[in-house]
């Protein structure tokens, strides 16, 4: 399972494939055969659900894949830690709220286009999913604090 979280004012990036450089993220990825967990910052209910429902309505499958609400930090790191999923898309270089939640880490450098493109992406898609690494040292990888440096 894939992970993907956004805020609610930002969810055209997943399912508008012209904020993603071309790549339509949720429908490729769901294509592949990966199960979807979609985790949207929002406010208040109605926000949420109006994201939501953008997101739901570019999936082949909804019944395979979760969208979830939060509104603050500490609900995003239980959603990241409780998640079925095995990575989490982001465009953040060593994204630590994925690190100490024991989840390894994509983004749109792994995809890539045609065919043998997208066989190609699946099968590295599978290989991070599958590094143990974060899973097995994620105490060991604390989160930043409240946007404080990380400390040596």
């Known amino acids: 399972r894939l992970g993907f979280g956004v805020g609610a004012d930002e969810v055209h990036r997943l399912v508008d494939p012209a904020g993603t450089w071309g790549v ?3 429908p490729l990825v769901e294509e592949l ?4 967990d979609v985790m949207i910052r929002a406010h208040d209910r ?5 994201a939501a429902k953008q997101v739901h309505a570019v999936f082949a499958e909804p019944a395979r894949h979760s969208i979830k609400a939060f ?3 500490a609900r995003l790191a239980k959603l990241l830690a409780e998640g079925p999923f ?5 465009d953040h270089l060593f994204d630590r709220r994925l690190s100490s939640a024991g989840k390894a880490q994509f983004s749109l450098q792994e995809f890539e286009k045609g065919l043998a493109g997208a066989v ?6 599978l290989r991070i999913c599958r ?3 974060y899973r097995r040292y994620a105490r060991y990888l604390p989160p930043e604090q409240d946007g404080a440096e990380a400390k040596p």
């Open 33 to 36: 055969g990966f199960g979807i």
């Open 120 to 125: 190609r992406t699946g099968r590295r898609l």
């Open 86 to 90: 095995q990575a989490v898309y982001s």
């Open 71 to 73: 509104s603050d930090r």
């Open 131 to 133: 590094l143990p690494f």
């Open 24 to 26: 339509p993220l949720l």
């Open 46 to 50: 109605v926000t949420a659900h109006t």
